[in-house]
């Protein structure tokens, strides 16, 4: 549960606005107006991040846990095509890689 606990306060850093990573470079919210196949799948995977951050808090207080929908085998190889030109591609790979572990320590059921 320990290991839990700290990569949930990563997860808790990362996805919490302003939500900065390690280089102290920041990761926002992309506008609703912005239909680009970039923003969509930032979103996307912006929420399922923090579908994993909730189910670890749940399970930190023995609560029920739900996983779904959470991290998908295919977000890394998404964040490398989509996000192949976008300047926060790096911040991304870590914020998708902080709840992979979160995932994992969650539920080794749900490991992608």
Known sequence: MVALKLVLAR???ITTPPTSCTNDTKIYWPDESDLSPQAQ???SLLTRCMTVRDAGKAKLQGQKVSLLPGIKED???Q???ILAEDH???EFYELLHVASTAQLLIDPEFAI
């Open 75 to 77: 977000d890394f190889t």
């Open 11 to 13: 997860l808790e850093q």
């Open 41 to 43: 799948f930032k979103r």
């Open 79 to 81: 964040i490398e095509q």
């Open 88 to 90: 926060e591609q790096r």
